[in-house]
């Protein structure tokens, strides 16, 4: 009798036991359906094209979840060759480009201040295209009807800052552009500098506004010289640097008042610190000048030839590092940033 009442007793043990072990595993099942549930949830509350669910529904572990809920869409790459460039293209000055026109045509294309990014790719190179200025708003209109399209197909990530030189003191290129890097770098982590005349429009689109692995000169072959170098060294009209490459030569300098010389110095400049020039052939790079008189307070400065056998001994205490000016005024619109600065000209 007393064994029988021990069996029942084990057997009741045992049931008790089997019966607390499977409600257990009940509650544990219930718990993880509720955090997967609540998973499922996270996800969807972001927005739709950002997430994608993994074919199960279920995020197998959190690293998972966290990278595809905070990855934005990502652009391709575009590729090395921009695939809509046409090459030569007819340019002509001989009619009126209006300006209201232009930026209507542009409004939903290029952000505020004349800056543009491909819509379907990310660009590798990020342009600030500066123009040294003043009182040249005829042929800026043209540069800009004809220099936009150009950038777009090149599929740069680029915007346009017009350096204007305030008052009617000495004009000076080099110091207006040594302006517009530091100004463009205030707007935007610009890596590549393309600083050109406004007066230059290039005949071919393959002609590239980026960067190369050495400064690049790329009005090579302009009308007004018969579409060829007037001579070997020559590096004016349209230039392309790194940032690297222009702070290795310290910028141009900022002591070429009136006409001439600035580009010859700048030549100085990346010879004597060990680089080379890059250049599009002759074919690609052609250009076109809008014909002028010579502007008034730029007339040629016979002082500036004689300071270029000394570039190699000025060059580190001439430029960027040394630069001074004031900013008077910054204006955006849809076609261009346009920066009004005092660079302390004297007055003839
Ligand atoms: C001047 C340069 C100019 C070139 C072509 C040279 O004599 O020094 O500044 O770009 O002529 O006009």
Request: net charge neutral; aromatic share 12%.
């Amino acid at each position: 009798m007393e064994n029988m009442t021990k069996r029942l007793f084990s057997l009741l043990l045992a049931f008790v036991f089997i019966t607390m072990g499977a409600y257990l595993l009940i509650l544990k099942r219930s718990g993880d359906n509720k955090d997967a549930i609540s998973d499922r949830k996270d996800a969807n509350s972001v927005p739709s094209h950002n997430t994608v669910l993994p074919l199960n529904g279920f995020w197998s572990n959190e690293t998972e979840k966290k990278t595809a809920v905070t990855t934005l869409p990502v652009l391709p790459e575009c590729p090395e060759e921009p695939p809509e460039l046409v090459g030569p293209l007819l340019v002509e000055f001989n009619f009126m480009v209006n300006l209201d026109d232009l930026s209507k045509e542009y409004k939903d294309t290029l952000q505020d201040g004349g800056r543009y990014k491909p819509p379907d790719c990310k660009s590798k190179h990020k342009v600030a295209v500066i123009i040294s200025f003043r009182n040249r708003y005829e042929h800026l209109k043209y540069w800009l009807h004809y220099l936009h399209p150009i950038l777009m197909r090149q599929q740069l990530d680029y915007g346009v800052f017009v350096i204007n030189q305030d008052g009617e003191g000495i004009f000076n290129r080099a110091k207006l552009l040594n302006a517009g890097y530091v100004e463009a770098l205030k707007v935007d982590d610009y890596e590549c500098f393309v600083f050109s005349d406004v007066d230059l429009v290039p005949l071919d689109d393959r002609n590239l506004y980026r960067c190369f692995d050495n400064p690049r000169h790329l009005a090579v072959g302009m009308d007004k010289f018969n579409f060829g170098l007037p001579y070997r060294n020559f590096f004016g009209g349209v230039s392309s640097f790194s940032k690297n490459q222009y702070m290795k030569i310290n910028g141009f300098s900022n002591t070429f008042w009136g006409w001439g010389g600035e580009d010859d110095d700048v030549y100085n400049r990346i010879i004597s610190k060990g680089m080379s020039l890059s250049r599009p052939n002759m074919v690609i790079g052609k250009y076109r000048m809008i014909k002028h008189k010579h502007d008034l307070h730029n007339e040629p400065n016979p002082v500036n030839a004689g300071k270029l056998s000394k570039t190699r001994i000025t060059m580190d205490s001439d430029g960027m590092n040394t630069l001074k000016y004031t900013v008077k005024k910054i204006e955006k619109n849809v076609l261009y940033t346009f920066i009004t600065v005092d660079i302390e000209a004297p007055i003839k």
